[in-house]
């Protein structure tokens, strides 16, 4: 178990008991050996086809089933919009109703749900209907966000039920298209556990398997993965790799095992791999280098940004996985779980010298669904050049929660989902880029070298993170603009500890 006296109580001490001890420099990493083969000299990326198609994105769900229209959406304890949530200031009269489309403080309704689920194939498909998609990913987090201690109030059933009923909702919205999705840290109970399967006894290991076995079955059963993943994914985590029709394969890791919450995690800390999840990838990257393969990786918890949510040692050990692979065969990697609009990218050298020559591939990280955390409700497509599957434009659609509490007035229409922007019109003016060259890692520092010349499209990009909230603040001062720039830049937890601002922007 954990080595108190030593590092893991060093972790235990910083993150769980309210940071009485200081944080731990990350491990030296031995990478001596890690890979099988040097990276090749002349790695690159494919060059453009000149076609694209359409792939969705979905992230944090986190869909409500106890949602209680007219329940106080400005409560003094955790959830609000529950039958019991109340306002201290103000415990007998509710200030705040929460509307049937949504609040700002409070997890996905069903009924803005619906609104979603009937407006993503009209607003977000292609192809010959308008209303298709390729295919889709899905980066985790379906569970509401109720806390282990009040009110008792998560469970098995109530995981998998809320497992099942939003995957059967994301179905009814996208047909046949497949949806390829990741474990986030509320898809389990308790949440965000995990448990490596060589701890023993074999029954702790083992604890977590019905949600794995319970969440591929699911996935199988929809003819979303098959036979082979689903049998991987029952027993490694809800895990797997898969290759698409087009031969772009998809590695889907759980990012549970770097997420700070996962108590687990701070059990012999010098590993940076105690699942092994990271081991498996480099070896499945290896199988796709040998064969001329394009791969995304999708997971939950981003590994870098500001490196609030993860820990350092596997996010480091995951750039140099990155690093090695990129730009040739990881084309993007994919997370959520910020619920905000963001990206980091990857470079050479570990990101010691980061520039438009060194940059490698970029981590995208999507906007959620859920309000919570005082942002409106927003998905995203993309499009994707079909050969080197890399992403050409990326565009975000909102509904605006503001807007909500005027609908409960009237009946003659709900909440809508409005687009938001382009990320190749919002940010590319000043960059000189071909109409089919793909908005990849060179393009996206290009972007954090405008944020310097001009530090209002940093103020641009702090909105677009809450998905245009009335609740977001503002970023004009130089702490914050720098910091948005050295988030951008850091791929890794490690990376991010070296923001001179902190985490808090």
Known sequence: MADVGGQDGEYICNHWIGAACPLPAPNELDMTGYFATSKPSDAAAPPPSG?????LHLSDFHLDPRYNIGAEAECSQYMCCRYNAYAASSPNKTVLPAARFGAFQCDLPMDLAGVAIEAIPALAGAGPTGREFDFAIFTGDLISH????????????????????????????????????ALGNHDTWPQACAAPLSMQPEYLGNQFSWNYEHISALWAQKGWIDSTSYQYASVHYGGYAITTWRGLKIISFNSDFWYTDNWFNYINTSDPDISGQLRWMADELQLSEDAGQRVWIIGHVPSGWNGSPASANPTNLFYQI??????????ETFFGHTHEDQFSLFYTNNGSNPSAETALTTAWTAPSLTPLTNGNSGFRAYDIDPVTFNVLDAYTWISNISEAPALDQQSAHGAVYTFEYSAREAYGANISWPEYAPLNATWWHLVTEQWEINPSLVEKFYLYQSKS?????????MACIQSQICYARSGSVPLAGLCPYGTGY
Request: proline letters at 5%; aromatic letters at 10%; charged letters at 20%.
């Open 322 to 331: 990155v690093e090695r692979y990129s730009p040739h065969v990881i084309a």
């Open 469 to 477: 909230s009335v609740m977001s603040g503002n970023c004009t001062s």
């Open 146 to 181: 109720d806390n282990h201690d009040w009110p008792l109030q998560l469970g098995r059933t109530y995981i998998e039920y809320e497992e099942s009923i939003t995957f059967s909702m994301i179905q009814s919205a996208l047909g046949s298209t497949p949806v390829y999705a």
């Open 51 to 55: 076609e694209r198609i359409r792939v």
